[in-house]
């Protein structure tokens, strides 16, 4: 993990060279479930951050990287669930920690009152996920090849800006990890 932190570190410093041609974007991420997501927390997750930072080399063209956490969790109440030799009944709480760090490619086209944008992310998800029932917990973590399309738009407010977007992730399933996807819709800022 120490490794992930200082490339990312490194890899944000030097995007940020010059300051005047990046673009930094923090989101307030709801998110929707899809597929094997839904299938274990069915419930819309109303925790999730954004933060992604691109650099323009071109007039339009950006790359950057991006970073965002997002949370899902259901609660059972009177639910069972069977392991090998055991059968456990009690109220169950699934959790899905989800962060994925993508390195991103945007094109962004200026227009008189705002500025829509849409961004390939390629990277990798970490993925955690926990089911506790009465005291007994049982969770894994995975790191999955995940991607991240994304549409959105940057309305000019004084000297920043304001951001909304929507963005797909999909954590492909591995030999250990279930697929991973969700729908986020994004409000924050840009400057």
């Known amino acids: 993990?120490?490794?992930?932190?200082?490339?990312?570190?490194?890899?944000?410093?030097?995007?940020?060279?010059?300051?005047?041609?990046?673009?930094?974007?923090?989101?307030?991420?709801?998110?929707?479930?899809?597929?094997?997501?839904?299938?274990?927390?069915?419930?819309?997750?109303?925790?999730?951050?954004?933060?992604?930072?691109?650099?323009?080399?071109?007039?339009?063209?950006?790359?950057?990287?991006?970073?965002?956490?997002?949370?899902?969790?259901?609660?059972?109440?009177?639910?069972?669930?069977?392991?090998?030799?055991?059968?456990?009944?009690?109220?169950?709480?699934?959790?899905?920690n989800n962060i994925p760090l993508t390195a991103r490619i945007s094109w962004y086209q200026p227009m008189d009152t705002f500025e829509p944008y849409a961004t390939l992310g390629i990277g990798t998800a970490w993925q955690e996920v926990r089911r506790e029932i009465g005291t007994f917990a049982f969770e894994g973590d995975f790191w999955q090849f995940a991607l991240t399309p994304e549409v959105g738009v940057v309305i000019p407010v004084g000297m920043s800006y304001l951001t909304a977007r929507v963005r797909y992730v999909h954590a492909f399933e591995t030999a250990d990890a279930p697929n991973l996807s969700y729908l986020a819709i994004g409000l924050g800022f840009a400057w």
């Open 1 to 96: 993990m120490k490794k992930y932190i200082i490339t990312l570190s490194l890899f944000m410093m030097v995007l940020n060279l010059s300051a005047q041609d990046v673009i930094w974007k923090m989101n307030y991420d709801v998110s929707f479930p899809f597929s094997a997501t839904k299938t274990f927390t069915d419930q819309v997750s109303w925790r999730g951050l954004s933060f992604d930072v691109d650099r323009f080399v071109g007039d339009n063209l950006a790359v950057g990287v991006g970073f965002s956490w997002n949370v899902f969790v259901e609660k059972e109440p009177d639910s069972y669930y069977e392991r090998p030799n055991v059968l456990l009944h009690g109220t169950q709480v699934r959790y899905i």
